[in-house]
């Protein structure tokens, strides 16, 4: 397990089997971006893991926080392995509706 905390963003990951979940809290914006790349860079490229971030506890996520999400999406198509996001929030799902970016993030059906 992987965990890495700032006063007002915090992401911790756990791998079971083949699934590693990253779990976001509070606000992912530019002044932590830093941070959340540091923690999804080695796993992005992990093609024996099937990727999912949880987004249950984020509070708040700002357009650097979606580019980022959709770098990691386009790597993991481009290597064609498995990406999604769940449990999202009503709040940031609105952002993602309004953004046009929801369909890249919607769950396939067979998701575990």
Known sequence: ?????????????????????VFLTGELDLS???????????LVGDTGLDLVI?????????STGIGILLSILKARHGMD?????EEVPPQIQKLFDMTGISKF?????NSH
């Open 32 to 42: 932590v971006a830093p941070d959340f790349r540091l923690v999804m860079e080695p």
């Open 81 to 85: 392995v498995k990406f999604t996001v």
């Open 105 to 109: 993030f919607a769950p396939q059906e």
């Open 1 to 21: 397990m992987n965990t890495h905390k700032s006063e007002k963003f915090h992401a911790r990951t756990e791998t079971q089997g083949s699934v590693c979940t």
């Open 54 to 62: 949880n987004l249950k506890e984020l509070k708040y996520i700002d």
